[in-house]
């Protein structure tokens, strides 16, 4: 008892200071991404988004992924404008984003995201005036970024405080896993990395996959990627895409949504990077990529 009523204590100590953290420092700028497509970033991203906002944080989705964005349809949203209406000028950032289940909000990155890459300093600096607008409304700001290592990738990547990176067990998408880290860490260094193993088969072989992944690199890239968690395989997840409503909300029972709470509290636990700055820093280093 007196164990749980520490554990409730730390709990709501871990949200208070996040929260802190909002007006001074700015919003957790988290990007998601894999080596291989189709392993699950945006499932994990949207879902991990209502719960953390469930735990009483404000989240907001950017989807980053120019191929196949589609956290709108696993949401069930439909997005009227995305951020390049925004770098545009035709509408403000307030009007881009808009809200799914349990006040999670998202923008739609659409070519935005690229856009910005090519804006002259002057354009870039007030269009990153009213990005900043976002860290208003969000204590974590998650990017669901595509696979692999193309360049913007990489500078979206480069740019985030923390990076989240998700793989299954099997050997394609681990060596894809590796090659990515391996491309980030010669990028930039300081960056916390995190893994997540998806569509596990048992405990013990998600276990076993964080275990020897974290293992080989810290042997060949001498770094320590933390392991954030596991979500075992469930057909669950592709009944929520199905319904377009995430399984966090639509199966609060379900296996999937228990790895996922596990996931949120250590995620809300980890203090993000030493240098974290939020968006500002965001938009800075972006910028020092796109020259
Ligand atoms: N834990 C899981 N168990 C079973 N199927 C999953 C799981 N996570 C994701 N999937 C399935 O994998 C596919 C890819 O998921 P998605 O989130 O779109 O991946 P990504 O964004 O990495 O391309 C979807 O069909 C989804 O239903
Ligand atoms: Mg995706």
Redesign the pocket.
């Known amino acids: 008892m007196n164990d749980q009523a520490s554990a409730l204590r730390q709990i709501v100590q871990n949200i208070k200071n996040q929260r802190a953290r909002a007006p001074s420092e700015g919003a957790r700028v988290v990007c998601v991404t ?1 080596g291989k ?8 991203t949207v879902n991990l988004a209502i719960s953390l906002s469930k735990k009483g944080l404000r989240v907001l989705i950017i989807d980053a ?1 120019f191929g ?1 964005a ?1 956290v709108d349809v696993i949401m069930g949203v439909t997005p009227q404008y995305d951020l390049s209406h925004v770098i545009r000028h035709e509408v403000g950032i307030k009007e881009a984003m808009f809200e799914g289940p349990n006040g999670v909000r998202i923008i739609s990155g659409g070519s935005g995201v690229l856009d910005l890459l090519n804006l002259s300093e002057a354009q870039l600096s007030t269009v990153v005036d009213k990005l900043l607008c976002m860290e208003d409304v969000a204590d974590v700001i998650l990017f669901d970024t595509g ?1 692999g290592v193309s360049p913007n990738i990489l500078r979206l990547i480069g740019a985030s405080e923390e990076v989240i990176v ?1 793989t299954t067990p099997e050997p394609t998408a681990i060596m894809d896993a590796y090659a990515l880290i391996k491309t980030v860490l010669t990028n930039s260094t300081g960056k916390k990395i995190r893994l997540v193993v ?2 596990a088969e048992s405990i013990a072989e998600a276990h076993d996959t964080m275990a020897k992944f974290a293992g080989v690199v810290r042997l060949y890239l001498k770094t320590e990627v933390e392991e954030l968690g596991y ?5 669950t ?2 009944r929520a ?1 199905r319904l377009q409503r995430p399984f966090v909300a639509s199966f609060p029972k379900s296996q ?1 949504t228990r790895d996922i709470e596990a996931i949120t509290w250590k995620f809300m636990d980890s203090q993000p990077a030493e240098e974290a700055k939020g968006l500002r820093r965001f938009f800075g280093n972006l910028m020092n990529r796109a020259k």
């Open positions: 894999s497509g189709g392993v699950g970033k945006t499932n994990f992924d196949l589609n696979a998700i998806n569509k979500m075992l395989s469930d057909p997840v592709a895409v999937v």
